[in-house]
């Protein structure tokens, strides 16, 4: 048995083996039924009793479509390993691609964040700086007795 029936209890396994016997008896049957379909057996018959009467040219058509299936064989093989090399050489420079561009579209997207980052906190600490500004000039005009709107006095006379 396999691993996989290995840890399964007794009902399991008889189930288990009850579907692997459904499924080989469908393909048995379905390979029957094509047997029966293409008279194969008959078919089969038909090209012994030519072998048997016709020698030399059963060994004859035998060499030849030997001979003729290797070109066929090696063509096919070739066609075969080209579209699995094309194949696999496309995921490498797609991967290749998006890899490289990856790292283009990050480091743009690192460098406007930073950007926009080093730019608010400009924007913020200039915020605070202005209120700490006018609160220092507010409390230095109260000092000095004059308002924000004279400069020159609470009487507005020059002196």
């Known amino acids: 048995m396999s691993s996989l029936t290995e840890n399964l209890s007794k009902e399991d396994k008889k ?12 393909l048995i049957e379905f390979f029957k039924f094509l047997w029966e379909y293409f008279e194969v057996a008959e078919k089969w018959k038909e090209v012994q009793n030519f072998c048997a009467h016709h020698p030399v040219g059963s060994v004859f058509l035998l060499v030849t479509l ?7 064989i090696i063509f096919l ?15 490498f420079v ?7 561009s990856t790292f283009i579209l990050g480091g743009a997207l690192l460098l406007v ?16 700086f202005v209120q700490i500004g006018s609160g220092v000039f507010k409390n230095l ?19």
């Open 66 to 72: 030997g001979m003729c299936s290797v070109p066929v």
């Open 141 to 159: 005009g109260k000092r000095l007795g004059l308002s924000a709107f004279n400069w020159r006095g609470e009487s507005g006379k020059e002196e």
């Open 113 to 128: 964040g930073m950007l926009a980052l080093c730019f608010s906190m400009f924007l913020v600490c200039s915020y605070y």
């Open 94 to 100: 797609e991967g290749t691609l998006l890899a490289v």
């Open 15 to 26: 189930q288990h083996e009850y579907y692997e016997c459904e499924e080989q008896n469908q």
């Open 77 to 91: 093989v070739f066609v075969f390993s080209s579209l699995v090399f094309t194949f696999l050489g496309f995921l």
